[in-house]
Nanobody
Framework: QVQLVESGGDLIQAGGSLTLSCTASGILVNVNAMGWYRQTPGKQRELVAI???????NYADSVKGRFTISRDNVPNTVSLQMNSLKPEDTAVYYC?????????????WGQGTQVTVSS
């Protein structure tokens, strides 16, 4: 059974930096993508940054140049370095893992970690 555990959410002032980490436990096979989404009340969950097809990365336009997704030395861990944070970055951040082929393809989500940016 795959589980995603996130950490690093916090309350921080605008302009500050924060790093989120996500570690996947269990056996990972045929990983299609792994990365971060975020959601605010009343809105759909949106992509923030993600690894796809190995080392390809994709970022939301709103975070390009400020956020960086990376793979850590700890196996099955991805981090999100967030710089120059803005109040509009306030959200619950979710780690996502897309794994498997055809019938066995599954999406996994972490429990979410709250990031609050004060102005």
């Amino acid at each position: 059974q795959v589980q995603l555990v996130e950490s690093g959410g916090d309350l921080i002032q605008a302009g500050g930096s924060l790093t989120l980490s996500c570690t996947a436990s269990g056996i990972l096979v045929n990983v299609n993508a792994m990365g971060w989404y975020r959601q605010t009340p009343g809105k759909q969950r949106e992509l923030v940054a993600i690894f796809t097809d190995g080392d390809n990365t994709n970022y939301a336009d709103s975070v390009k140049g400020r956020f960086t997704i990376s793979r850590d030395n700890v196996p099955n861990t991805v981090s999100l370095q967030m710089n120059s944070l803005k109040p509009e970055d306030t959200a619950v951040y979710y780690c996502n893992l897309d794994m498997g082929r055809s019938y066995f393809r599954r999406n996994y989500w972490g429990q979410g970690t709250q990031v609050t940016v004060s102005s």
